[in-house]
Structures are given as C-alpha cells and as structure tokens.
C-alpha cells in the first residue's frame, strides 16, 4: 500500500467562476476552444448542443449550468474540456483552463467539508497545495442522469 | 483480462467455422460419399474445438469434439452417412451455434446438451438406428479401412510394390498445436520418410501442406522396405510432434476413389464416368483453392477504426473546400492545379474508404440454407432454395438490420406460400417448390428479392381480414390497388394464417419487415398471382452512411429531413390553414394534413416576425402524412449520417447529425417520431 501512497496523479485544472476544479488526466482528451454549437432540441438545459470535433459529433455540457452558477458570459479564456469516460464522449465548457499539474495521491482528501455548495454531489476529493483548494470532480457523477 | 481481446477475433471465426460446417453439412447431404467435404467438415470443427478450448469454454470444446467423432468415424468409413446422423450432427452444430451467440452476448457459453451428446455417442457406437445395416456392411468389407482413396494408378503402384516385398504404410501425423512452423515441420518429415521410401501420396495434397493450408494433421502414404516401427520411430523424433499413428496397407483393403462416382450412375459405363468425373473433382478443388486464396490476403478491421477513418477524412473535405475557396481568390496557376489535384486524389480516396465498408450479401444469404432445410422438414414441405446474386456488396451497417427481416419473409413464403406436396401435385405443379432470394445493384440501390412459387396471395382474403381488424374501412378497400391490398399484410396486427404454426404467425409478424425496412431508408414491394407465387421486392439504399437529405431553415437554425420520407415540398398561404380539434390542418390535394410547427416541436428561440405564407415539408410515414412548417428550403444534399453518440441518446425525433460543408452539425430529423 504504501508505493500506492507516494504514486503520483497529473490533474487537469480549470476555472468555473473563482474557483479551481479538476479532472484526472485519463479522462481528458483535449482541451478545445469554443466553436459553433448547434443546439439541441428536448435536452437538459446543461446540455449546449453538439459540436463537430474534427469529424465527431460531440455533446457539450456547460458545467456552470450543470453546477447551478449562474452562467457567464463566454471569453477568450472560455474553453472546451474533451472529457472521454467509457464510451461517452463530452466537451466541458469552463471558464478558463490553468494548468496541468502532479500531485501525489495521498494530497487527495477523500471526504472534504464542502457542505453548502451545490456542486458537492460532484465531488471525488480535494487537494489542498500551498494556498491553493483544487475541487477533484466525480465526472461518473458529473455525466450521469441526463 | 489477456483473453479479452482475442474474444472478438474468437467469436467471429467461430462463427466463420460454424458456418463452414452448415454449408459443407448441406453439401454432404447432396453428395453423402464425397469425403473431401466430411475433411472440410471435420477440419474447421477442430480448428473450433481448439480455439474454444484455448479460451477456456469447456462445454463448447466438449460437444465440438463429440461431433468431432462421429466425423472422424464417417471419414474413416466406420460410419457410413445416413440421413439420421447428419439430423444429429446439425443439431450439434445449432447447439454450438447458440453457444458462440451467447458468448457473444456476454455469457459464459454454457448450454445444456446432454440429449445431443447422448445422441452423438449412440452414433459413435454404432447404436444409431438406421446406421447398424450399413456400419456392418463397411465393417465386413474393410478390416482395416485405410484413411486416403487412391485413384486407379495408384492403385496398381501399390500392389506391384507390394508384390516386389515393399511395405506400404499410412501414416498420420498430428502437429502439436502450438506448431509455429508447420510447414517446415512437414518438410522435414517428409525428407525423413524419403530417406528410406518413397512417399506416393499424402492428405491434404503437398501443394496445400508446403502452404500450410492444413489444421494439424495430414496422412501420407509411402512405400518402404522398414518395418512400421521403425518408421514410426523416426517421424517421432521431428520435434513439436504431437502424435503419429501408422498403418499398414494391403491390396484390397483400397478405399478407391471410383467408389464416390458408382452409385449415382444407373448405366453401366463406369469408366467413362470415372475418367469424366475425376477431373471435374480436381476442378471442383481447384476452385475451392480458388476460393480460399483470397482470404488470406485479408486483414480483419474493426469497423470503428474505418469510422474514425472516414470522420477525418471527412474533415479533409471541408477543408479542401476552404482550400478551393482560398486558390480562386488567389487565382495562382500553380495553386489551382494542385488543389484540383487534391480534389481528384481525395475522391478517389472517398470512393475507397467507403467500399472498404461494403460487404457481399452472401454473409446473410449463407445461413439460409440450413434454416430451409429445417423448416422444409418440420412442415414436411419439398422446397428448393435458389440463391442469385450472393456476392452483391452492402453497407456492413445496412447487413446487420437486414438479416432478421429476410428471414421473416422467407419463413412466410415457405409456411404460407408453399404448398405442401399433395397440394402442389393436384394442381399440377412440381412436388417441390422454389424459393428464389435474388440480390443485385441499381443505381443507387441494392434491391434484394424473394420469389416463391406458391399459392400466392389471395386478396378477397387479405381484405376481408383487414376490413374485420379494423387495418381498412370498406369503404377504404374499395380505392386500393393490388398492391397495396397485398401491402396489408405488412400492416400490424395481421396475420392471415388460418391456423397458427411454430414457424410464423407468432404475433410478430410481417409488420415488423416493413419497420425495419423502412427504418433503414427502404421500401418493400409485394407482387402476387394466385396459384403462381409472390415476389417480395426490397429496396435497400447502398449504404447507411450517406443519406440524401432535404436542408431547411428553422430560425437561424439548420435541419435536415430525409428524402426518404418526403413526398413534396410546397408553400401555402396562411389563410388556407384550417383548425380541427385544436390542431392547425390543411387540405392538401383533397387530403386533410395536419400542420406541424417545427419551430414549436423544436423549440427553436423565436425571432418573432411572421409571414404570411408556409414553406411546407410533406412528409410520411407509412399511409400517414403530415407537414412540416419550416422558414425555408436550402436544398438537396448527400450527407454523412453521424450519430449524437451515447451521451445522448433518444432524442425527440431527431435520428442523428450531420456535419456541413462549414464544419457545422445539422441534426437530421426523424419523421417517423413526428407522426403519430
């Protein structure tokens, strides 16, 4: 267990609103500037539309929405995550992306005290490094219940 | 975890070898003496039996070698072929076909076939009714049955070796199974045996063997002055040497080739016969050399690779497009002759991909006999199935759905088009009938058809049935064509036999075939005469991946309606707009058409400016129409059919996407979800 311990994680990190939020690297395909979304008809209101990614038509959920923010105003920094989980793959539409970062594993807390924020459904884990709180997303959870 | 990704490979030369076996059964049938076949047979159940033992599905491994036997016992010639067994030997062969199919599905490919494998090892011993006479009759003539048949001459090089004190001897050697060179293990033992003897013949023959066209096993003949020991010590000491058995052969005890050709001839000029026929055999396995060559030139790609493929291609499309645009402006002699080369290069590229995708109908069709086999037999009908065309090329997309349709319609045409024999003679026609499934290319299309020469459809019957299911008012039948009264049978909820059968009439009918037809972008077609048999006529779209589509303008939105389901476009004027029943209509050619709003199905952001005219879709599904209200038409486009993917699945009436020549997606609506 305890070479388990000291293995190290590269996390995704990215801004929605004033907070940083993460996803294992694994999951992520790419990350893509905002293009034209068609929408689609009849779907959750978290679900943009659908874009073509370099041949594949490819679901784009605003993770904003998703969360309940309130949703923003798109910019220059706005991106998409190309997240691919199983056989679904989704774009993520963040506000802003950071970094890549590597954290060893035992930094990730399991149960974090995140109570009153309404993405805690979401949530896998926190990591804490110098003065910064990366918010590890549950993306199973993240892309469940359409 | 390893085995996982052999599964696949597993599953799908399972089937190939099962499939091998059905089609060399039935050609058993036909010619119950030819044991090249029963070699075929037995050569692509062990292949089977190894792999499935490899993967660890005992069960499988199990009833393949029972079945294994009883073929090895027939091509011994310790059992003679007899209806009875082969009845038994198909049944296996379904059984292990349900095995491979539940494995496929995920499960474990357990089966309970005890009464298979007791059936299988009475065959084995003999018990078998219907074979006793005949196992005695091979038993008395053949002490020692020898394993090849040899032609006339060889015959005599035997025996006159024989007579000069040389020792003949078969011998079969088994190849361990993880044999990497089998060829050259071949090699060696044959230089071996030609140290000491001359080798006069082997099974399978040299050319095959130096090819290693062969399983594990082959048998050679050869004629020597040492003992069978000896011999046998020293093909032994070639490594990655399974087993070898050997076997002396005496004059009399030949298995002769003329055998094959004595029973189907009444006449008594055998010679002439054996000298006709035996080449014809050698050109009946040259071209089943023929036949095997190709395959192996052929790799095994999953289809998702050949999407990927085709989406990045694609995207090389749109961005010649750009490119094109980009060298006009520019006007540079140079760049324009190089994007148009591109342009060439890149549709003959397209033309590839998309052929790569295409598969021979055959895939489908080659299960066929088998299924009328069983069914002619369980119905005690005569039927003759007659297949053209086989090697017509379909979408692989389109060859999946297809299959469970035809095999709908062909069971219909043999239990309610073919008569039975009695019948078929009293109204003097041949005792058997013929079913005629015929695929070939037109145009754009693929159209595939079933031809019976049964009793046809009766259509004051078919009528009479709709009027009292409520499918068709009386009023209604009056106005129908032929062709749509025969048509009715497709109709859910119809079924004209009088007494239901296990074959068909089970609820799920007819109505199902023309569903997926349809769903597939297709049409269906009957014709009928009675007393003279039906024809069942389908029109395929070549392939699934492109599809012909309507561009309209909903807003600022795009959307793409498939030909397939418009009948017209056209613009009406607001105050031609009726209300029904809270429900906007329009009389549209002496038809009421309701009005849908598809702004409103799709709650598309309103602009709010009103015209005061409609541009109309007039779209179907099945007898119902409806319209379609859009802004406006683009136009007529082949485009690429994509899917949303799996996140999201089961949209409202809408089928899939397609990308544009800017790169945007337009989803493609699905009519049939609009109509009710």
Redesign the interface.
Known sequence: MTEVMTEQTKLIVFQLHDKEYALEVENVRSIEKLEHITRVPKTPEYVKGVINLRGVVTPIVDLRVRFGLSSVQDTEHTRVIMVILEDKEVGLIVDAANDVLDVRTEDIEDSPDVAGVQEADYVAGVVKLDKRLLILLHLDKVLQAL | MEMSQYLEIFIEESKENLQACNEQLLALEKHPNDLSIVNEIFRAAHTLKGMAATMGYDDLANLTHKMENVLDGIRNGVLAVTPGILDVVFQAVDDLEAMVFSIADGGDGKRDVSDVVRLLQQIESGDAPGTAAEQEVAATATALPSRLTYEAYEQTVIEEAIEQGFKCFEISVSLREDCLLKAARVYMVFELLEKDGEVIKSDPPVDQLEEERFDRDFTVSILTMESAESMAGKVESVSEIDRVSISPIETGTFRSSEDTFTEPSPEKIQHEIVEESTPRLKEENAENVKKAAPSSKTIRVNIDRLDIL??????LVIDRGRLEEISKQFDNPELNETVERMTRISGDLQSIILNMRMVPVETVFNRFPRMVRQLAKDLDKQIELKIEGAETELDRTVIDEIGDPLVHLIRNAIDHGIETPEVRTKHGKEPFGTVKLKAYHSGNHVFIELEDDGAGINKEKVLQKAIDKGIVSSDQALTLSDRQIYELILSSGFSTAEKLSDISGRGVGLDVVRSTIESLGGSITIDSTVGEGSRFSIQLPLTLSIIAVMLVDVKS?KYAIPLSSIIETAIIKKEDVLHAHNQKVIDFRGKVVPLLFLEE????PSEGDEADQYSIVLVRKGEKTAALVVDSFIGQQEVVL????????D????SG?T?LGD?????IIDCNALIH
């Open positions: 085709m989406n990045l291609f694609e995207e939105e199905v799709f709650e598309v994509k899917s949303l993917g799996h996140y999201l699945n949209i409202f009436a809408i996407a990308i790169g945007q997606v337009a989803l």
